[in-house]
């Protein structure tokens, strides 16, 4: 065991692993609870959106040709024929030769009609006819008919993430139920004979259980949904009962931080070897920190092994976890990260053969456009390490790492 942990795994290489994981299946949902989630089909629209042409100004609809050329200096003179209010339909015929119609805001545009004067460029003579001081263009200050959606015409495409603004351009189209790809459901499981929860006053030689909210919180940000298993001990029936568990509840992934490494008591990997009934696909990663990582697989479902260490534990999850999710979401695989980039504000020191997650602060610039990246020193089990970071810098595998003053991409923490 010890000899194959450290015939480690580059992150590209574990990444082309989980690429060959499947998106998940489908399920209908109502728009009132579609924020954050995928497409899972295309959308055609039923309608026009918006269903007629209306304008966007208070001011006068017009015929563009009856104002070309107006000015202060030779204003074009209209003759008002009538006054459309917002939800009304005109009741008059078409708008003729030299007339106008008195509109608001979001009101229907006349028959006839191609363009709106905002009232600010007008004036009313004697209540029936008005002068016009601008030309205004066939479709100024007006929404054509079909402008956002014409019917039949593909709207949103299969893997589109929802965002408020889909959301309103469905609500538009009336349309209230949509299929999107399902949340995927990961088991979070927290190892440790010295772990008790958080909401306990740990006796002396125990921690409360930070990786678990950590983890849980991730997930939802991932756009997953998380099933908190508890704390286990550090024995292998444990650990291989909450697994089966998490599989017979439907789990997608499982998650078990600590455990991870080669210790006479590291008992994930025999665990998840016991569950799949296959070898691990990754032990040990060419990360710092989070070397001692597991992902194992049975059919479509994933199991992580985390380090036990919560600096370790969120870098592992950003690189390989949050990756899977968007995939089996249907997703960019690095869709919802942040990355950026920084000037390095000291020596940045690394080991060549390891790709090094440097926990930051990031300052204004002191020169150019550029943060100013500081590392936060701290071991990899301390949780105020990352409440102080902005940031993740990261250093490739092949560098030594960085002189004061180069560049380098980072991982902004949101």
Not at 39 to 49: G, Q
Not at 264 to 273: A, G, I, P, Y
Request: proline share 6%; charged share 20%.
């Amino acid at each position: 065991m010890t000899k194959d942990f450290f015939q480690l795994f580059t992150v590209s290489q574990v990444r082309k692993i989980l690429e060959d994981f499947p998106q998940l299946g489908s399920e209908e949902i109502e728009l009132s609870s579609a924020l954050g989630r995928t497409l899972s089909w295309d959308v055609t629209a039923p309608e026009d959106l918006p269903a007629f042409a209306r304008s966007t100004m208070d001011g006068y609809a017009v015929r563009a040709r009856d104002v070309f050329g107006a000015s202060e200096t030779e204003p074009s003179l209209l003759r008002v024929t009538g006054e459309v209010r917002m939800g009304q339909v005109p009741g008059y015929a078409a708008l003729g030769p030299g007339e106008a119609v008195r509109i608001w805001t979001g009101g229907i545009l006349p028959e006839g009609a191609d363009a709106v004067v905002m009232v600010e460029y007008t004036q009313e003579l004697d209540g029936r006819l008005i002068e016009v001081y601008r030309a205004a263009a066939p479709g100024e200050n007006v929404i054509l008919r079909g402008q956002d959606c014409r019917r039949g015409e593909p709207c949103l495409s299969a893997g589109t993430r929802l965002r408020p603004q889909e959301l309103g351009i469905l609500a538009g189209l009336g349309i209230m139920k949509l299929r999107v790809v399902r949340k995927p459901r990961v088991a979070v499981v927290s190892t440790g004979d010295e772990v008790v929860p958080e909401y306990e006053a740990p006796p002396s030689g125990k921690i409360r259980d930070i990786n678990s909210t950590t983890l849980d919180a991730l997930v939802r940000i991932s756009g997953g949904e998380p099933m908190r298993l508890g704390i286990v001990h550090d024995s292998y029936d444990a650990i291989c009962g909450v697994c089966k568990r998490a599989m017979d509840q439907g789990a997608d992934v499982v998650m078990v931080s600590g455990g991870s490494s080669v210790g006479s008591r590291d008992f994930t990997l025999k665990v998840f070897e016991k569950v799949t009934g296959a070898p691990a696909l990754v032990h040990g990663v060419a990360v710092r920190p989070g070397k001692p990582t597991i992902i194992s697989r049975r059919e479509g479902s994933a199991f992580f092994g985390l380090p036990g260490h919560v600096a370790s534990c969120m870098v592992v999850y950003y690189l390989f976890v949050h990756y899977l999710l968007n995939i089996y979401q249907g997703l960019p695989p690095d869709a919802g990260l942040s990355f950026g980039q920084a000037r390095c504000g000291q020596v940045f020191p690394s080991v060549a053969g390891r790709e090094d997650y440097v926990r930051v602060r990031m300052e204004a610039p002191s020169i150019g456009s550029l943060p100013d990246a500081f590392p936060i020193y701290g071991k990899s089990g301390l949780i105020s390490t990352l409440v102080k970071a902005d940031a993740l810098l990261k250093i490739p595998r092949d560098l030594e790492g960085y002189h004061q003053g180069e560049e380098a991409e980072v991982l902004i923490l949101t």
